[in-house]
C-alpha cells in the first residue's frame, strides 16, 4: 500500500523552520515511540545537522516498554540526548526540563561568563499527531496549544513564553516528500499520522491487522475475542465485526465500523503495549 501525504502547508511550514533555525538554541524532536524509525524525519535531520538535539520517544505508554529501551538506547549510540515520555502525563515534566537545560547549558554559560542571561530557545519538531503541542502544553502547565487527535492540528508556529528563560516554539507536523518504503508511510497512517481522508482505510486496516497477527496475535485475539487468527485478514475483519455485532440489516457486516474502531483502538493502546518497529544497531 503506497502511502504519500505532503500538502502545502508542509512546504510552507518547511520553509518556516529553515527561517527560524538561526534563532534557536535546541530542537526537541518528538517521534512516536511505536514507530521510531518512520518517525525520523531524514528532511528535518539535514537541516538541523549541528544543532544541540533532544530526542523524545513519546506515547511510550503506548509501545512496548523493553523495546522502547533498546530504542533509546539506539539513538543515544548515534550520539543524540534521548528520553522516553509520555506527555499526556503531568509528572513527565521535570524530566524534559532537565534534558532541555543540559542541552542548552553550554551557551547559557558562556554567555553568562560576558554578563547576560540567555533566554533559551526551543523548537519542537516532528511529524503530525506525534505529540508536540501536547508536550508544550505539559510544559508550561495550561492548554497554550490545540491539540487533537488528528494530525495537522498546528498550522502556523507559535512561540510559548514558559519562563524568564525558556521560550518554546510549537510547529506544525512535518513530512517528507517521499517515503522510502511502502512500510513508512503505512507505519505513520496506523499511527494517526496521515490524513485519512487521502487513505483506503479497510486497506490500511487489513495491514493492520497482518501487523498485529505477526506481533502481537494474542492481544488481537483477546480484544476481539477471537478464537483463532485466520491468513486471510479480510476473514479476520469479518470476524471482528460478528465478535462485536457490527452486523447491518440482511445479516451484513458493518466493515467501514469494524475499520474505524480497529484503527482508533490500537492508537489509543487498547489492543496492548505495542511498538511496531524494533531498532537495527
Ligand atoms: N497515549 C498518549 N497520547 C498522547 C501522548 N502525547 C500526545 N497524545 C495524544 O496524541 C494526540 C495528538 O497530540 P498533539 O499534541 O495534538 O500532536 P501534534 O504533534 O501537536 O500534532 P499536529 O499539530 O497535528 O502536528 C492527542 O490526542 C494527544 O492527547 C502520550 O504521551 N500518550
Ligand atoms: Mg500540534
Known amino acids: 500500500m503506497q502511502i504519500q501525504w505532503y500538502p502545502g502547508h508542509m512546504t510552507k511550514a518547511r520553509r518556516m523552520l529553515e527561517e527560524n533555525l538561526k534563532i534557536v538554541d535546541v530542537i526537541v524532536t518528538v517521534l512516536d515511540a511505536r514507530i521510531p524509525a518512520s518517525s525520523w524525519n531524514p528532511d ?24 522502547t529501551i533498546r530504542w533509546i538506547e539506539y539513538f543515544r549510540t548515534k550520539g543524540y540526548a534521548a528520553i522516553p515520555v509520555t506527555c499526556t502525563n503531568k509528572g513527565e515534566k521535570k524530566k524534559v526540563l532537565t534534558a532541555i537545560n543540559s542541552a542548552a547549558k553550554r551557551r547559557v554559560e558562556a554567555l553568562k561568563k560576558r554578563g547576560v542571561n540567555k ?4 523548537m519542537v519538531l516532528g511529524v503530525p499527531n506525534a505529540g508536540k503541542s501536547t508536550l508544550i502544553n505539559m510544559i508550561c502547565g495550561y492548554n497554550a496549544a490545540k491539540t487533537e487527535d488528528r494530525p495537522g492540528v498546528t498550522r502556523g508556529r507559535q512561540w510559548i513564553r514558559i519562563n524568564q528563560y525558556l521560550e518554546l516554539m510549537d510547529t506544525p507536523g512535518l513530512l517528507w516528500p517521499k517515503f522510502d518504503d511502502d512500510s513508512t508511510g503505512m507505519h505513520l497512517a496506523f499511527c494517526g499520522s496521515i490524513n485519512e481522508q487521502i487513505i483506503n482505510t479497510e486497506e490500511l486496516c487489513l495491514h493492520l491487522l497482518a501487523a498485529l497477527r505477526s506481533i502481537a496475535p494474542d492481544g488481537l485475539m483477546e480484544r476481539y475475542r477471537l478464537e483463532e487468527l485466520d491468513g486471510d485478514d479480510a476473514v479476520n475483519l469479518e470476524r471482528i465485526c460478528r465478535a462485536r455485532g457490527f452486523i447491518r440489516k440482511g445479516n451484513v457486516p458493518d466493515i467501514e465500523r469494524a475499520v474505524s474502531v480497529i484503527l482508533n483502538e490500537f492508537r489509543e493502546g487498547k489492543i496492548g503495549r505495542i511498538s511496531l518497529e524494533q531498532p537495527e544497531f
Not at 528535518?44 to 523495546?67: F, H, P, Q, W, Y
Open 44 to 67: 528535518v535531520a539535514r537541516l538541523t545537522k549541528g544543532k544541540e538535539m533532544i530526542v523524545l520517544l513519546n506515547k511510550a505508554d503506548l509501545a512496548n516498554s523493553e523495546i
Open 119 to 122: 533566554v533559551v530557545r526551543v
